[in-house]
């Protein structure tokens, strides 16, 4: 059974910094594409970043460019994002989303609070 696993999240000041971890078990070799979301309260969830099997990143919220760094170590079939500069606007649960093998894989979610 393939599951992926996100932690790192928490309760950050305005202009701090978090990094966030999922790890994906079960499969054979590395996930394809991965990538993160986030949900805020009352609304629909949205992609941040994404980062292709061979390192390449790319950042669909413009809100994070230059805030938010995503990458991958496919020996430990595991995405990163690191958060710096954090706004309150960034509070949301952060969910890790994969392809592998024509499906695609959700996390649980972990939750990003930043507040003073």
């Known amino acids: 059974q393939v599951t992926l696993v996100e932690s790192g999240g928490g309760l950050v000041q305005p202009g701090g910094s978090l990094r966030l971890s999922c790890v994906g078990y079960g499969t054979t070799t590395s996930f394809h594409t991965m990538e993160w979301y986030r949900q805020a309260p009352g609304k629909q969830r949205d992609e941040v970043a994404r980062?292709?099997?061979?390192?390449?990143?790319?950042y669909a919220d413009d809100s994070v460019k230059g805030r938010f760094t995503i990458s991958r170590d496919n020996g430990k079939n595991t995405v990163y994002l690191q958060m710096d500069s954090l706004k309150p606007e960034d509070t949301a649960v952060y969910y890790c989303?994969?392809?592998?093998?024509?499906?695609?894989?959700w996390g649980q979610g972990t939750q990003v609070t930043v507040r003073p």
């Open positions: 989303k994969a392809a592998w093998r024509s499906y695609i894989y």
């Open positions: 980062i292709t099997d061979d390192g390449f990143p790319y």
